[in-house]
């Protein structure tokens, strides 16, 4: 079933504030200027997530309301946390998710890795078993505990958000990080005590029985006193010279990922309308019925400086805290300005 269109105004208004002016002549300007691709149409590689990820509607949404009808995108699957932003950095895609963190990470590797458009809030989620006698994060000191893998945005959120409680995550839990299916596979298996996993398999997880007991949102909000939907996950990113290169793709991929954050937001039902997206089958329907409140605010609309207040102030607090070196001189987010 397509999903309802929004209002006129209310998208021209969302979409101005992420282009500035250029954003009321974004449709023109993919009919007018081309990508490089050979159909002459705007053309990029980007990131298609599978199952198991919050951005594997991002594609079905964008599908059924006719987002890429004038687009020649070409999607490269990853195989979860981390595998995307490696994919950037080597040269196979023009576009993935990349966190603030990775990208200071990857700007200390001689990697200009910028971010440009939204892409996911925090989904990261704590979860034990139903019977499990622990009640926070805090109770799980010195305990098993997956977690995806290191070099993922989900783990870096994890590093700080425990790090602004005071808490080193590596010195006082024993980690298992790993890809996503391992963890779970532990967890269900009860070779763990609690796992650190990201949505959709959290909220499987939670129509199974499992018990969430915290958020690594809300465990930010404790630490910094902010609000606990307000932390970003991670943007869009690309190589600066994509983005200074071919800034009619840049935008491309960012208004298309903006109308549909934008669909979801305006019918959180969608979401659960596209479970099979997520790899949740029709028989979990527990599951499915928690999508639409669980998983709604994970796809932002803004991006400026409310957004560049947030990343600015994870990677001054990463950088106090030593999860990175130093701050590069060029901010690694950006507002994509007139053509």
Same mark, same amino acid.
């Given at each position: 079933? =397509?999903?309802?269109?929004?209002?006129?105004? @209310?998208? &021209?208004? !969302?979409? #101005? $504030?992420?282009? %500035?002016?250029?954003?009321? /002549?974004?449709?023109?300007?993919?009919?007018?200027?081309?990508?490089?691709?050979?159909?002459?149409?705007?053309?990029?590689?980007?990131?298609?997530?599978?199952?198991?990820?919050?951005?594997?509607?991002?594609?079905?949404?964008?599908?059924?309301?006719?987002?890429?009808?004038?687009?020649?995108?070409?999607?490269?699957?990853?195989?979860?946390?981390?595998?995307?932003?490696?994919?950037?950095?080597?040269?196979?895609?023009?576009?993935?998710?990349?966190?603030?963190?990775?990208?200071?990470?990857?700007?200390?590797?001689?990697?200009?890795?910028?971010?440009?458009?939204?892409?996911?809030?925090?989904?990261?989620?704590?979860?034990?078993?139903?019977?499990?006698?622990?009640?926070?994060?805090?109770?799980?000191?010195?305990?098993?505990?997956?977690? =995806?893998?290191?070099?993922?945005?989900?783990? @870096?959120? &994890?590093? !700080?958000? #425990? $790090?602004?409680? %005071?808490?080193?995550?590596? /010195?006082?839990?024993?980690?298992?990080?790993?890809?996503?299916?391992?963890?779970?596979?532990?967890?269900?298996?009860?070779?763990?005590?609690?796992?650190?996993?990201?949505?959709?398999?959290?909220?499987?997880?939670?129509?199974?029985?499992?018990?969430?007991?915290?958020?690594?949102?809300?465990?930010?909000?404790?630490?910094?006193?902010?609000?606990?939907?307000?932390?970003?996950?991670?943007?869009?990113?690309?190589?600066?010279?994509?983005?200074?290169?071919?800034?009619?793709?840049?935008?491309?991929?960012?208004?298309?990922?903006?109308?549909?954050?934008?669909?979801?937001?305006?019918?959180?039902?969608?979401?659960?309308?596209?479970?099979?997206?997520?790899?949740?089958?029709?028989?979990?329907?527990?599951?499915?019925?928690?999508?639409?409140?669980?998983?709604?605010?994970?796809?932002?609309?803004?991006?400026?400086?409310?957004?560049? $207040?947030?990343?600015?102030?994870?990677?001054?607090?990463?950088?106090?805290?030593?999860?990175?070196?130093?701050?590069?001189?060029?901010?690694?987010?950006?507002?994509?300005?007139?053509?």
């Amino acid at each position: 079933m =397509p999903a309802r269109p929004l209002t006129t105004d @209310r998208r &021209t208004v !969302l979409r #101005a $504030a992420l282009f %500035g002016a250029a954003g009321l /002549a974004v449709g023109p300007l993919l009919a007018a200027c081309g990508g490089g691709g050979a159909t002459g149409r705007v053309s990029a590689r980007v990131e298609d997530s599978g199952g198991g990820t919050a951005s594997s509607v991002i594609r079905p949404i964008a599908e059924q309301n006719g987002f890429l009808a004038d687009l020649d995108f070409s999607y490269v699957a990853g195989t979860g946390p981390g595998d995307v932003q490696n994919k950037l950095l080597s040269g196979a895609l023009d576009a993935a998710s990349f966190g603030p963190l990775g990208a200071v990470v990857a700007a200390e590797a001689g990697s200009d890795v910028v971010l440009f458009s939204p892409n996911l809030n925090n989904h990261v989620r704590w979860l034990v078993p139903e019977n499990s006698p622990f009640r926070t994060p805090a109770d799980l000191r010195g305990k098993r505990i997956a977690i =995806p893998p290191n070099n993922s945005d989900a783990f @870096r959120s &994890t590093q !700080l958000a #425990a $790090a602004v409680n %005071g808490t080193d995550l590596n /010195a006082e839990y024993e980690l298992f990080p790993g890809a996503v299916l391992a963890g779970l596979a532990l967890f269900d298996r009860g070779d763990v005590d609690a796992i650190v996993t990201i949505e959709p398999n959290a909220t499987r997880l939670v129509g199974r029985g499992a018990r969430q007991i915290a958020t690594v949102g809300e465990l930010w909000a404790q630490g910094t006193g902010e609000d606990p939907n307000s932390l970003i996950l991670n943007g869009q990113g690309a190589l600066r010279e994509f983005v200074d290169g071919n800034a009619p793709a840049a935008r491309a991929v960012a208004d298309v990922r903006l109308r549909v954050h934008e669909v979801i937001r305006e019918r959180p039902a969608v979401l659960a309308e596209l479970h099979e997206a997520y790899g949740i089958p029709a028989e979990e329907r527990a599951a499915i019925a928690l999508l639409p409140e669980r998983l709604r605010d994970v796809y932002p609309v803004e991006w400026g400086a409310t957004a560049f $207040a947030n990343l600015q102030r994870q990677v001054e607090i990463a950088q106090r805290v030593g999860l990175v070196k130093a701050v590069p001189a060029q901010q690694p987010w950006t507002e994509l300005g007139a053509p």
